[in-house]
């Protein structure tokens, strides 16, 4: 896939000229296919020639939209090591990315990721998006000693929801991306800012994140009591409901002035109609996961207007890529360039975990050495797109935080909606610009 003899350096300018380019035919859906090809049938165990990265995702299914601009990142990315092959003690190596759909099924992610273990030969598992593929892919790079970093998926579900226990650390997985405790905080920020009577309704899916976030021990119930909300919780729900009626009663009959959840996207909008139809209208609402994508919002019409969600990655951030030099704001305008799409939160977090791939791969001396990559990721500290990254620094082990900030959806100008950061006390560094309203406020972008 790589023509090593014209791997010349690229500097960041000229990777800044093509990579708009790259972006777009892997968009096009070519270039990944390229990428998975021709390793069907190899011998696991690595060695040979060129770096092979495992990369698991949802493409398609619920959770699509957190993969939706994976071939964009990955073409990128292929692009850049093409230039630029990652160098491994005395010798250079080009770099191919295997690209698997996990289709939002946790089995499916199992075994897209098994078979790149044993039957594509990869020397590194990259993962993201929800611990529904995250938790899985991770489970299997530990049983089978490949070293994988996962993002996307907040630590909590990711290291408890594997087994995961105060005073231990797996061997092989590691995971970068914020806490529950981070967005508990944001999302009491932002209610803090509209009057209300303190009660919020939860709508926790019956999945890895629901169960982690609507924990009565360590979820959301604790954490927010002590900022003096209650949680009206109508129990865990099955994902694929297509009747909320029992929620929105509940909610309605406790009279919850402020809506919580993480539902998947299509959940989230069956839900939020019915409300409407069933004259439930909270003051304010922080939805996670569901709300974090464009299309998502776009698809309520004017019912989306002020709806909230945490802010993990944008343009505003204020980080720079350690591997092309790109800020936030030109990762973003590329793929809005290539694709004529709105940048999505997931694309500095992709990109991100080349950064940290590439920097594992140059501490070591073999790309075969496993145990080495793995030893790097535990002790690594490296500035990204997405910010600053500390595995030595915890909450536990394995584990390295991101920030996170508040936004709500307003009214767009070159887009439909535009989501705009409204609350930054838990991470002052990241600009907002605009402040918190109430649902119904008329609030132009």
Request: with cysteine; glycine share 12%; aromatic share 10%.
């Amino acid at each position: 896939m790589v023509d090593r003899a014209s791997a010349l350096r690229l500097d960041r300018r000229g990777f800044l000229r093509t990579v708009g380019a790259a972006g777009a035919a892997v968009a096009a859906g070519g270039a990944t296919a390229a990428c998975s090809s021709g390793l069907q049938g190899s011998e696991g165990g690595g060695g040979g020639d060129t770096i092979r990265i495992g990369y698991v995702s949802p493409s398609t299914g619920p959770l699509a939209p957190f993969g939706e601009a994976d071939d964009f990142v990955i073409g990128s990315i292929q692009e850049y090591f093409t230039q630029n092959p990652i160098k491994v003690g005395d010798q250079s190596y080009p770099v191919e990315v295997l690209k698997r759909d996990s289709q939002s099924d946790s089995n499916r992610a199992a075994d897209v990721a098994a078979d790149l273990i044993q039957n594509n030969g990869i020397h590194l598992m990259l993962v993201s998006s929800t611990p529904d593929t995250s938790n899985p892919v991770s489970d299997q790079c530990e049983a089978q000693g490949m070293p994988c970093v996962a993002t996307v998926t907040p630590w909590q579900p990711w290291f408890f929801g594997r087994g995961g226990q105060e005073g231990t650390k797996f061997q092989w997985t590691f995971n970068f991306f914020w806490g529950l405790e981070d967005v508990e905080a944001v999302y009491a920020d932002m209610w803090d800012e509209v009057p209300t009577n303190k009660k919020a309704g939860a709508l926790w899916p019956n999945d890895p994140d629901g169960l982690a976030w609507g924990d009565p021990t360590t979820g959301f119930a604790p954490a927010q009591a002590q900022r003096g909300y209650s949680i009206v919780d109508p129990g865990n729900y099955p994902n694929g409901t297509q009747d909320f009626s029992a929620q929105i009663t509940q909610f309605k009959e406790q009279n919850a002035e402020i809506l919580l959840g993480v539902p998947i996207p299509p959940d989230f909008t069956t839900f939020w109609r019915q409300a409407a139809q069933q004259g439930y209208q909270p003051k304010l609402a922080t939805v996670a996961k569901a709300l974090l994508f464009p299309s998502s919002v776009e698809a309520l019409g004017p019912l989306g207007v002020n709806l909230g969600t945490e802010v993990w990655w944008s343009p505003s951030h204020p980080f720079t890529s350690s591997l092309t030099g790109q800020s936030a704001a030109q990762l973003a305008d590329a793929y809005t360039q290539a694709t004529q799409k709105q940048w999505t939160q997931p694309i500095g977090f992709a990109h991100a975990l080349f950064e940290v791939a590439a920097k594992a791969f140059g501490s070591v001396q073999s790309i075969d050495d496993k145990a080495g990559l793995a030893a790097a990721i535990s002790t690594m500290q490296l500035e990204t797109v997405v910010g600053p990254l500390d595995w030595t620094s915890g909450p536990v082990p394995n584990v390295a935080k991101t920030p996170v900030v508040g936004g709500q959806w307003r009214t767009g100008t070159d887009f439909a909606f535009d989501l705009t950061i409204v609350s930054n006390k838990q991470a002052p560094g990241i600009p907002t610009a605009g402040e918190v309203q109430p649902l119904g406020a008329a609030v132009a972008g």
